[in-house]
């Protein structure tokens, strides 16, 4: 292959992987804005209205919740496709998988915010933890398979430091939210609380100071390989 036929593939490889990540953003944009329709307007609360919004505080709790989750695991979606090279039939499958449950999201935060205080509260959890257990799962499978030595779709080496580090901090990730969704049948409070610590702990990566962008990667590729 010539050096202008390569170039071409690798600007043809480039643009296949913007429209996925341009794709997915617009997937997670969507989610993430149908979490607020959950709120109503309080009807006929006349001077009560103070204590119909502060009887709210489940659909609040719910939102700030799911809104952390999905935001932050947009963040780590766009981090780890900075590290992306090609994309392949298999990735796309995966990836449209992990949207599935985010897109799927917004319904079971109206069940907790519906149930939350109530009878049935604690199913309620279950279902909206058990969601994220499946999100995560699909998240790692998606992951597991891009930064695998067999696909060869990174513009970094299988064992760059990023990406070991990457593995670790994912590596727990379904089992912790296994540990909300049994939470959630002794409480459902602590099991959102829960659900939401978890957010946070994805909300840093694993090495802050070593991540500088996909130039920084590609310019590390000759030194690592």
């Known amino acids: 292959m010539s050096a202008i036929d390569a170039t ?3 600007s043809a490889d480039e643009k296949e992987t913007q429209r996925l990540e341009a794709f997915s953003d617009g997937v997670f944009a969507i989610a993430i804005t149908l979490l607020v329709l959950e709120f109503k307007v309080p009807r006929d609360a006349a001077a009560r209205l103070g204590r119909a919004l502060l009887a709210d505080w489940p659909s609040y709790l719910g939102f700030l919740t799911s809104f952390a989750t999905i935001g932050i695991m947009w963040i780590n979606h766009h981090r780890i496709f900075g590290l992306v090279q090609r994309v392949d039939h298999m990735l796309l499958i995966l990836n449209g998988l992990l949207l599935l449950g985010v897109t799927f999201t ?4 109206a069940v907790l915010a519906s149930y939350l205080g109530h009878p049935g509260e604690k199913v309620a959890a279950a279902f909206y933890s058990g969601t994220f257990v499946c999100i995560a799962i699909a998240f790692n499978l998606l992951w597991r398979y ?3 030595k067999r696909a060869r779709l990174m513009r970094v080496a299988h064992d760059h430091p990023e990406v070991v580090a990457t593995h670790a901090q994912y590596r727990f990730g379904p089992l912790f939210y296994v540990v909300a969704f049994a ?8 099991s959102l609380a829960l659900n939401l610590a978890f957010a946070a702990f994805f909300a840093f990566p694993p090495q802050r100071a070593a991540w500088r962008g996909p130039a920084a990667a590609r310019s590390t590729r000759g030194a690592i390989e």
């Open 183 to 190: 939470v959630a049948f002794w409480n459902a409070t602590a």
């Open 8 to 10: 071409r593939a690798e």
């Open 106 to 109: 917004p319904y079971p935060t």
């Open 146 to 148: 891009m930064s695998s």
